[in-house]
């Protein structure tokens, strides 16, 4: 039997607050990749190294779909979302990584392990309220 995939929506800052959203089949890998600032560009620049919110889907396009929506909002919408997960804007990834500046360099970080159990998935492709798994 095929093993569903998973996709997550995300969304990165820094030390000012600066807010990226992204979209990745790997989440664990990908922040990782932002943290050691791979590939130059826009979370590179501005150092974008602090998971602070993420959801989970089977469905890629729902989680392109999101991804689109979700940097057309204004900040203020986009706040609002992260404060309803993560209301402290913690690093969501330390648990994994480490601290965003003290990397724990190893494959079995960059290939294993999905984020911890309790994270909400989307509910449906536009429905982003809150749902724990079991």
């Given at each position: ?37 791979t ?34 909002w ?17 690093d ?8 965003a ?34």
């Open positions: 039997m095929a093993q569903l995939r998973s996709y997550f929506v995300y969304i990165m800052t820094n030390h000012s607050g600066t807010l990226y959203t992204g979209v990745t089949g790997n989440l664990t890998k990908r922040v990782y990749q932002h943290r050691i600032y590939g130059g560009g826009f979370t590179a620049r501005y150092e974008l190294n602090r998971l602070i919110w993420y959801q989970a889907t089977t469905d890629v396009m729902s989680a392109i779909s999101r991804e689109k929506d979700i940097k057309g204004v900040r203020s919408r986009k706040l609002e979302l992260i404060r309803e997960m993560n209301p402290k804007w913690i969501l990834a330390e648990e994994w990584l480490g601290p500046r003290e990397q724990a360099v190893g494959r079995v970080i960059l290939e294993g392990g999905l984020p911890r159990p309790g994270v909400p998935p989307f509910s449906s492709p536009i429905n982003s309220r809150r749902v724990e798994l079991s």
